[in-house]
């Protein structure tokens, strides 16, 4: 039976939901602000699960109805949908993304620290151990470097084909990087180290090879697209693991939505980064071009990245 203290604890955010419904039904979804919105969807969550327990109970008949009312009222303003165009994109990721990952930097930055201690260890480990470069990388690109070859140079063969191949690779890597949130952000942070021990062992054995030019040169371009965005779904995978550990004030499940909602849109910033990557990764990261060009490429994109990252959406109109 329910009591009045879990009717009394739970009144005010009906009432708090019932406020939101009525000006969306005055004025429209239009007239909620950004935080009004996002209530209004964890509010009409936490009535749906509050409306399962009422019905569960044959002396909460009244109380039952009520919420099914309010629910069903919510329902169609929570998940009315909004038609997807080129203006609502733009603002996204002119305005709203640049937003969204600022107040998530903290996410970023643990991304980022996980990657950086990863390839600081990876490093270590092969120039203590020189032998362990066969490990990171196997015998035959060990062999290829010996002869001052570098494994990148089968892409030029097949660039269309490699081109569609690397995107593909780089999207599955960053989606499973951002989904091993779910396990508590586990398998995100096994994912970051991983990364991060690769390229710090690889960096090491290229330079025992006298090959380090020709990797930064390989890396330069698309690394200023591709190395952020894998940092970035590490994030998102954070934020989904801090919604599952650290609810907070809210009920798990609404903390978990909020969670998957922010991460998922973080997540989204990247695939367009990526194809931008892929792209480069294909048709100009392994090809003789010349060093300075590939280094030019990659500090432009990488400035243009951390100007659109970090001021965008700061001016008034985009508030």
């Known amino acids: 039976m329910l ?5 009394d604890s739970r009144k005010n955010n009906w009432d708090r939901l019932e406020a939101l419904v009525r000006q969306v039904e005055s004025n429209g979804v239009k007239s909620l602000p950004p935080a009004h919105l996002r209530d209004l969807g964890l509010l009409y969550r936490q009535a749906a699960a509050d409306l399962s327990a009422a019905r569960a109970d044959p002396s ?4 039952a109805q009520y919420l099914n009312r309010l629910v069903g009222r919510a329902h169609n303003y929570v998940y009315s949908g909004r038609r ?13 993304y640049p937003r969204l990952l600022r107040r998530l ?8 620290l996980v990657s950086l201690l990863a390839g600081l260890l990876g490093a270590l480990i092969v120039l203590l151990r020189p032998e362990f470069g066969v490990i990171f990388l196997g015998a035959q690109r060990v062999a290829n470097l010996d002869q001052h070859k570098m494994w990148t140079e089968s ?12 995107m593909t690779n780089n999207i599955t890597v960053c989606f499973l990087t951002f989904a091993g949130g779910i396990t508590a952000g586990l398998f995100t942070l096994y994912s970051l180290f991983n990364n991060g021990l690769m390229l710090g062992a690889i960096a090491i054995v290229c330079r025992q090879h006298h090959m380090a030019l020709s990797l930064w040169s390989f890396i330069a371009a698309h690394g200023a697209l591709e190395l952020p965005s894998i940092m970035i779904a590490g994030a998102a995978g954070l934020r989904l693991a801090a919604g599952i550990l650290f609810p907070g004030m809210l009920r798990r499940r609404a903390a978990l939505a909020l969670a998957g909602m922010e991460a998922a849109q973080l997540l989204a910033g990247t695939i367009p980064l990526l194809i931008v ?11 003789h071009a010349p060093v300075a060009l590939k280094f030019s490429v990659g500090a432009i994109l990488f400035t243009v990245l951390v100007l659109w990252l970090g001021e965008a959406g700061r001016t008034s109109r985009a508030r």
């Open 3 to 7: 009591s009045n203290l879990w009717i």
């Open 60 to 63: 909460a008949k009244a109380l």
């Open 84 to 96: 997807i165009s080129f203006r609502s994109l733009w603002s996204f990721f002119a305005y709203g």
């Open 105 to 112: 930097s903290g996410y970023v930055l643990a991304a980022t």
């Open 155 to 166: 892409v030029l063969s097949m660039k269309p084909q490699a081109a569609s191949g690397i």
């Open 277 to 287: 990557a892929g792209t480069l990764e294909a048709f100009l990261s392994p090809t």
